[in-house]
Structures are given as structure tokens and as C-alpha cells.
């Protein structure tokens, strides 16, 4: 029986069949798209400084739309339906023209329409990577969505500390992230540059949808335990009535046979 693309549904499309070395290529490739679009992240902000060269982000940009091509094309040559398989991953080729419209356009100190381009294509690529691990945010994984919580909250610590002149330390940094990933804003330390302000936005949509997911998987966490207790003290019960009504039937049979002899 054929495996169905279960990972990506994006498209209006329905997905086709995928064989066992389609998934394969696609788990393999998993991975480096992932990385690849990390990456994409301090090349908004490297393009965005004035200090900082914009080559580098050009490149970034280029490579990796250049690694989720790559990735269609491989797992394309293998499925059945090429092209079915392409439409129903819409949403990697709008990420792909996303991203090699921001290595063209101008730089964002430049123009407001390039600067609003490419914070789309850093919203795309932020879903492109939730939707790329959402097999950790499974029942069960409060291991791996600690871990993505604490590496969540020290990448933007680190990112604060880089952007915001006010952030001396990376302590600092780490506390501005966690303050505003809580949505608490004490006010201590407040993002004062436009780059630091627009690295907030994606600390708020990035750090509070993981805070949530431990927050709901320690909360479900201690309700599957109680239900898990519910259900053995309703098993015991059971066994212990079904044990009852064996002996009344053994008994019964005993009184049946007496009263034939």
C-alpha cells in the first residue's frame, strides 16, 4: 500500500501517493531546509543595519530557496504525480518567490514596500518552520518542547542582546526575550531601535506559541495522569466484579450438580 504525504497539505491539491524512497528524500531533506531557513533570520537583520553588509543576506536568501527547490525537485522525480505533488506544496513555492524577491529588491532603509516584502517572507518562513517541527508537539514530547522552549528563548536572547543598544549583557538579553515572549513587559529594558522592535514582534509570535505548548503539555501532563489513575481504579473494579461473578457462577454449578445427584 502506498504511504500518503501526511507532512505537507498546504495546497488546494490533493496529495498524492509518496513511496517509501519519496519519504525517505523528504525526512533527509527535512533537516538542511530547516537550517536554511533559520539562517534567513539574521540575514533580515543584516540587511536591515546599515552597519552590516547586505551580500551576505543576498546570499542567505538565495540559498535557501535554492535548498527548498532542491528538496521539491528530488522528492517530485520520485511521487507518481509530479505535479500534484508541487500544488499541494503551495506554500513552499510562494516561500521560494518570497525569497528570491527579497535577494533582489532594494535594501529596506531604502524602500518601505521592500522592508514590507520581506517581513512577509520572514512570517512565511516562521510558519514554514513551526509547520517543519510540529511532529514534536505530539502527545507525549514535554521533553522536546522544554528543550525548544529553552533554545527558543536563548536564540532571541542573544538576538536582543545583538540589536538593542540598552541590552549590555546577555543576561539581559535573555530576560528582555523572556518578558516579552510572557507578554509580561515590565518595563526595565524596552526595545528602543526599529530593528530590535521588529525582532520583538517574531520574540511575541515565536516565544509565546512555545510557552503555550508547555504550559498546555504540563497541563496535559497531569491530566492524563489522573485519567490514567481513573482508568485502573475502574479497571480493578471490573476484575474485582468479574471475579465475583465467577465464583457465583462456579457455585451455581456446584449447587446444580448437587441437585442432579
Known sequence: MPHRLTTRTWGLARPPAMNAAALRTERRWRWPVLIGLLCTIPAFYIELLENLPTPLAVGIYLGAAGLIVLSLGLVARQVSHPQQYLRSNAMDLLLVIGLLAAALLPPSLHSETALGLRL?????????????????????????????????????????????????????????????????????????????????????????????????????????????????????????????????LAELKKEIRSSRE
Open 120 to 248: 512577509f517572507v520572514a512570517l512565511l518562513t516562521l510558519v514554514r518552520m513551526v509547520w517543519a517541527i510540529k511532529f514534536w508537539v505530539t502527545r507525549g514530547s514535554l521533553g522536546y518542547l522544554l528543550a525548544l522552549a529553552m533554545l527558543v528563548l536563548f536564540f532571541c536572547g542573544v538576538g536582543f542582546w545583538a540589536l538593542e543598544p540598552n541590552v549590555k549583557t546577555l543576561g539581559d538579553g535573555l530576560w528582555l526575550a523572556f518578558t516579552t515572549a510572557a507578554t509580561v513587559g515590565y518595563g526595565d529594558i524596552v526595545p528602543t531601535t526599529s530593528a530590535a522592535k521588529i525582532f520583538s514582534v517574531f520574540v511575541v509570535l515565536l516565544g509565546y506559541a512555545v510557552l503555550s505548548l508547555v504550559t498546555a503539555a504540563i497541563a496535559s501532563f497531569w491530566v492524563e495522569s489522573s485519567e490514567r489513575r481513573m482508568e485502573q481504579d475502574i479497571l480493578r473494579d471490573m476484575h474485582a466484579q468479574l471475579r465475583k461473578v465467577h465464583e457465583e
